[in-house]
Structures are given as structure tokens and as C-alpha cells.
């Protein structure tokens, strides 16, 4: 199993940029890393997905170094909603190592 | 209307009964998925399955059974309760195959059971 760690938690003003960076030093070729979002009581949502180099969607961008063993999500200019856990996860469709959400990073978007 | 329904949503019940959740999904998807979340901690899995004949076990099965009666059909069981079972209750469905979505999970809105 690819184990992915990341801070407990991150504070930021409205309208920074937040990075959250995810540890995954045992990550596996055929594996891809995807980030998720979620609000309280609700469940997590898809944000971001990619194996290598930079992903950017409407969104976030996801950045993954040639190495592949940490992977930075983006959140450009936050803004109060997105005050919310964050969660990276690692694994290949092919398995099921790709669906341990562990504790995520609490983002916490001050005004 | 809702691609993944949970019912019930919120359920009290005391230790030592039997409970069932169920998870509906339209979305066609082979696989689905059920997460349990404790007051700040992230999701644990407790069970899932690929496809209807197929079932596994998760980070935390003890204590639990599922049933996959149907493609769009999955359901948890608590054989007897106990009151460290409280918690929030999560289902889940995914599809591989899509091109920067693989195996992109899509939740239900979760049932809040509570053992007393």
C-alpha cells in the first residue's frame, strides 16, 4: 500500500495561495494520485487527478515532481467555501489502494 | 434527483440490535464502497465490491457484513450494535477507465447512525 502523509492542518488568509503537499514514498508505477474535498457532513468530492508533471483543472492544479514520491495540491486565491479537509490519496483503478482517504489537512480560510 | 441515496439518513438504535443501511446508486457503476467517519478523523473503509459477485474486506470489517443484492444495491449490516460503532456512514460509487477521473469516487449523503 502506498501511504500518503499530510499536515493535520493549514491555516490561510482569503484570497492566498494554498499549496498542500502529500508524501507517497512507496508510490507504485502504475500509480496516479487523486485529491479530494470535503465539507462537513458531507462527503468527499473529486477535485484533481494526475500521474506525472502538472494537472490543472477549473479548479486546482496538482503538481508531481519527476519522482513522483510527494505530489502539491494548488488552490489559487481561496476564498471562505473552501474552507474544508483535504485528502490525497494513491492507487491504480486496478486495486483497491486507492480508496484509504486517511485523516487529510483541515484548510481553514481566514477573512 | 440524487445519483447515490442512503437510507435511512439519521438512526438511533440501542446495543445489541441489528441495523441495515442501504446505499442506492443510478449512476450504472460496477463498483460501490462503505466508509465509516468518527468526529474528525478522515474516512475509513469498511467494505467493498467490484462488481456483484464480488465482495472484500476493508481497513475496518469487524463487526460488519454487507450484502451486494444487485448492480445498484449494496448494503451494510450491523449484526448486534455497540455504542463505538456511532458514527457517520458513508457510500460510494466508481467506474475505472476515465481518463483523469480513474476510479473518481462518488458519495452519498451519508447516515448518521447513533448506538446507545
Known amino acids: 500500500l502506498a501511504k500518503t502523509t499530510q499536515p493535520i492542518s493549514m491555516d490561510s488568509y482569503e484570497g492566498q495561495e494554498v499549496n498542500i503537499t502529500c508524501s507517497h514514498n512507496?508510490?507504485?508505477?502504475?500509480?496516479?494520485i487523486t485529491w479530494y474535498q470535503q465539507f462537513p457532513s458531507q462527503g468527499p468530492r473529486f477535485i484533481i487527478q494526475?500521474?506525472?508533471t502538472k494537472v490543472t483543472n477549473e479548479v486546482a492544479s496538482l503538481f508531481i515532481p519527476a519522482d513522483r514520491k510527494s505530489s502539491t495540491l494548488s488552490l489559487p486565491r481561496v476564498s471562505l467555501s473552501d474552507t474544508a479537509v483535504y485528502y490525497c490519496?494513491?492507487?491504480?483503478?486496478?486495486?483497491?489502494?486507492?480508496?484509504?482517504f486517511g485523516t487529510g489537512t483541515r484548510l481553514t480560510v481566514i477573512p | 434527483d440524487a445519483d447515490v441515496t442512503q437510507t435511512p439518513r439519521n438512526r438511533i438504535t440501542k446495543t445489541g440490535k441489528r441495523i441495515m443501511l442501504e446505499c442506492s446508486q443510478t449512476?450504472?457503476?460496477?463498483?460501490m464502497y462503505w466508509y465509516r467517519q468518527d468526529p474528525g478523523l478522515g474516512l475509513r473503509l469498511i467494505y467493498y465490491?467490484?462488481?456483484?459477485?464480488?465482495?472484500n474486506k476493508g481497513e475496518i470489517s469487524d463487526g460488519y457484513s454487507v450484502s451486494r443484492q444487485a448492480q445498484a444495491k449494496f448494503s451494510l449490516s450491523l449484526e448486534s450494535a455497540i455504542p463505538n460503532q456511532t458514527a457517520l456512514y458513508f457510500c460510494?460509487?466508481?467506474?475505472?477507465?476515465?481518463?483523469?477521473?480513474?476510479?473518481?469516487?462518488?458519495f452519498g449523503p451519508g447516515t448518521r447512525l447513533t448506538v446507545l
Open positions: 460510494a460509487t466508481s467506474v475505472p477507465g476515465t481518463s483523469g477521473r480513474d476510479n473518481e469516487q462518488f
Open positions: 512507496n508510490i507504485a508505477t502504475n500509480d496516479y
Open positions: 494526475g500521474y506525472k
Open positions: 490519496l494513491v492507487g491504480s483503478e486496478t486495486g483497491a489502494n486507492n480508496l484509504f
Open positions: 449512476k450504472g457503476h460496477d463498483r
Open positions: 465490491s467490484f462488481d456483484v459477485k464480488d465482495i
